[in-house]
């Protein structure tokens, strides 16, 4: 396979996983152009269609299927607006006498992909009923985290996969199993991390275009489309087919890790990629495609509901920030200078954002409380302090990371949050944290996500899942999101507070 010979851990991200030419068996393929000719047709096409005819390049679509679902087939494509969007139509007879098909329909530059699939008869008025009881479930989490274990147990439950996952992205691309449902017999992935390189760059931008996907023998090389290019020799764009085979390297990857069949959806929050369900089945797997649609569904449904707890959880926070600013100008509007108010400043945000010290730099006077540096060592950041390009609140966990000099009392904290108070010249407040010892336990050592082959050049995903720690020293606990909203609101109180102060020294001179 030559697919491993131009692949490598850093073009990784430059396999073109849309353009591999396969589709997965459980359904079949055709591409038509703007006259319903057969453009391009996956190879089992009369197998799965079962019918007299024999499909071949340039044939009519109005020579294999019947003049209604040819009817059906327009009107849908007639009515799609978004380019990106894709059309279903379950139970459709597609020949004379022929059993019903569930049909994909959507458009890629001149071509209308048609994907065709055995309609499960079963289901979908049941499998859209349920969602209404899962909804209600998970209408009352009001929390994200156990908003993601509701609906991990609810996924599972609705899909009768082996485990479900919510694996959540975080600010580095990394990722971590933050909910999982799973067979008892199975062990826990809960709590686990994993490489960035484990979903490349194109993989994930593919998954916010295109939310869905399952793998349903990861044994299966899948089905080659015929011919391989078109007559003008371009390979056939599969971003949104439905039917799509995915990248080998994937599907070794999970034969490493045991799983024969998986079926991810994305988790997309204002337009970004939050995460991912992640489902896993220990046998190949087919779903009839209304479950996989009523999946969908749910998964849509969560992102809405996941949404609202996080802008919730913003809301609540720019209460306590206004809670904050009020008692603070309450004691503050005494007339105490600002430099005497550390106690005050510190007990007031000392409720909020934890901490292990804090200093007040103004006017060139610097006071300590708790673990902070000496003034000495302080001095020696201000430089830096005063470097940056804008005077917002400045977190690290890490602060000798960015600004050396603070190596010389990282033996009392390492972490900071800066608080610049005023321009010309900048003061500071800032919050201190002593360093915590942090343990990370990756599935598998991140820094070794492939292995070589004997041959050397034949790259293969690491076979070991192994709880590999790390251990992280010289970081302080982060400095939360939640956290620097509330500095940045302190922020901005205590500018009113000096620009108060300064007015009312202007006035005491008049
Ligand atoms: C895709 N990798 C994926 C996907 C997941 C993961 C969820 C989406 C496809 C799917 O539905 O399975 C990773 N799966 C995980 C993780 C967990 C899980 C982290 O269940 C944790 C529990 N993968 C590698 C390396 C490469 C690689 C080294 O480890 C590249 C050299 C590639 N992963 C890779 C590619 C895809 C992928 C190319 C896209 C597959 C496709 O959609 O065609």
Same mark, same amino acid.
């Given at each position: 396979n030559t697919m491993y010979t131009t692949v490598d851990l850093t073009n990784c991200d430059r396999e073109p996983i849309h353009l591999l030419g396969r589709i997965q068996p459980f359904g079949a393929l055709v591409a038509v152009n703007a006259d319903w000719m057969v453009a391009q047709y996956s190879e089992n096409f009369d197998a799965i269609l079962d019918a007299q005819t024999t499909i071949a390049p340039g044939m009519r679509i109005a020579d294999l299927f019947l003049p209604e679902a040819v009817g059906a087939l327009r009107a849908t494509l007639g009515q799609m607006?978004?380019?990106d969007s894709v059309e279903r139509i379950f139970?459709?007879?597609? #020949?004379? !006498?022929g059993a019903p098909f569930d049909v994909a329909v959507h458009s890629t530059g001149p071509l209308t992909i048609i994907e065709i699939e055995p309609h499960d008869a079963a289901g979908f008025a049941s499998h859209v009923g349920t969602l209404r009881a899962i909804m209600a479930e998970l209408e #009352?989490? !009001?929390e994200t985290m156990a908003l993601c274990r509701e609906a991990a147990g609810q996924m599972k439950r609705l899909l009768g996969f082996d485990r479900v996952m919510v694996y959540k992205f975080h600010e580095d691309l990394s990722g971590e199993v933050v909910a999982e449902a799973r067979e008892p017999h199975l062990e826990s992935y809960f709590g686990l991390r994993y490489p960035k390189?484990?979903?490349?760059a194109q993989a994930r931008a593919l998954y916010l275009r295109n939310p869905f996907r399952i793998?349903?023998?990861?044994?299966e090389d899948g089905v080659p489309i015929l011919?391989?290019?078109?007559?003008?020799?371009a390979p056939i764009d599969?971003?949104?087919?439905?039917l799509r085979a995915v990248s080998p390297i994937h599907l070794e990857y999970l034969r490493n890790m045991g799983v024969e069949a998986s079926l991810s959806i994305s988790i997309v929050v204002r337009g970004k990629l939050w995460g991912l369900f992640a489902c896993h089945h220990y046998a190949p797997r087919v779903l009839p495609y209304s479950l996989r649609t009523v999946a969908e569904l749910f998964s849509q449904l969560f992102s809405l509901l996941l949404d609202r707890v996080l802008t919730d959880t913003g809301t609540r926070l720019s209460a306590k920030g206004r809670e904050l600013h009020d008692r603070l100008m309450a004691r503050l509007a005494?007339?105490?200078?600002l430099l005497d108010s550390l106690p005050t400043l510190e007990a007031v945000i000392g409720d909020i954002v934890q901490h292990d010290g804090s200093s007040i730099y103004i006017d060139g006077v610097y006071k300590s409380r708790g673990c902070g540096p000496t003034e000495e060592q302080f001095m020696a950041l201000i430089p830096a302090l005063n470097s940056a390009s804008t005077s917002r609140v400045f977190a690290s966990n890490e602060l000798a990371a960015r600004i050396p000099a603070a190596q010389a009392f990282a033996d009392k904290v390492v972490g900071a949050m800066v608080v610049p108070v005023?321009?010309?010249p900048r003061d500071y407040f800032v919050l201190w944290r002593r360093e915590l010892p942090q343990v990370v336990t990756w599935a598998g050592n991140p820094e070794k996500p492939v292995e070589y082959g004997p041959s050397g050049s034949r790259l293969t995903p690491r076979k070991s899942f192994e709880a590999w720690q790390q251990s992280v020293n010289g970081k302080s606990a982060e400095w939360a999101e939640d956290e620097c909203q509330i500095a940045e609101s302190l922020r901005v109180t205590l500018l009113e507070v000096i620009l108060r102060l300064t007015d009312e020294a202007v006035q005491d001179r008049a």
């Open positions: 607006r978004g380019s139970g459709l007879i597609l #020949t004379v !006498g #009352t989490c !009001g390189t484990d979903i490349p793998i349903s023998d990861v044994n011919p391989g290019v078109s007559i003008e020799g599969l971003s949104l087919s439905t005494g007339g105490v200078p005023s321009r010309r």
